[in-house]
T-cell receptor
């Protein structure tokens, strides 16, 4: 089955700096790649997603890039703010409707 | 829309007791997923349903776990008998097939088995 590797597991950045989280997947049939943000004690919430026919997608301070040849995708957060502190999960979906999640990255934005 | 609804939000029980977790998906969503989240194992898919029919239950840890979806607006996850290692946060999520799989999570049930 699909395997998703996510790095780094923890990331600390100064407020205003950029943060990058990277994921690799194993199933070349994967065609949908969402990113979820989970604040402490809360549910995972979708923040951005990308489909396999698109190389990059942006939404204000967040962007996701996809390299299908290398089977990796990344989340970029610019001008980080303390409220960006959370655990971020990448995921991928192949033929079925189930998602395979990475292990998560704990992002800390230091004021 | 109220989003995905789960109950109870917190459950504390003793080893050996039966535990039933409940989920109401978003109206109109035809897929429902049950996940378990722990620090050690992350977010694991236990089972998912399409149009109330279980499609893949390969993630269910063992026979002590069972899930049902008697209708489009209700699902249960049952653990009988419960064990301390079942302590985790259990999330229910739903999606609409035509949206290519975007899943919306409920608030979760935090289960502690003593």
């Amino acid at each position: 089955g699909e395997n998703v590797e996510q790095h780094p597991s923890t990331l600390s950045v100064q407020e205003g700096d950029s943060a990058v989280i990277k994921c690799t997947y194993s199933d070349s049939a994967s065609n949908y790649f969402p990113w979820y943000k989970q604040e402490l004690g809360k549910r995972p919430q979708l923040i951005i997603d990308i489909r396999s026919n698109v190389g990059e997608k942006k939404d204000q301070r967040i962007a996701v890039t996809l390299n299908k040849t290398a089977k990796h995708f990344s989340l970029h957060i610019t001008e980080t703010q303390p409220e960006d502190s959370a655990v971020y999960f990448c995921a991928s979906r192949a033929g079925s409707y189930q998602l395979t999640f990475g292990k998560g990255t704990k992002l800390s934005v230091i004021p | 829309d109220a989003g995905v609804i789960q109950s109870p939000r917190h459950e504390v029980t003793e080893m050996g007791q039966e535990v039933t977790l409940r989920c109401k998906p978003i109206s109109g969503h035809d897929y429902l997923f049950w996940y378990r989240q722990t620090m050690m194992r992350g977010l694991e898919l236990l089972i998912y349903f399409n149009n109330n029919v279980p499609i893949d239950d390969s993630g269910m840890p063992e026979d002590r776990f069972s899930a049902k979806m008697p209708n489009a607006s209700f699902s249960t996850l049952k653990i009988q008998p419960s064990e301390p290692r079942d302590s985790a946060v259990y999330f229910c999520a739903s999606s609409r097939g035509q949206d290519a799989g975007t899943q919306y999570f409920g608030p979760g049930t935090r289960l502690l088995v003593l």
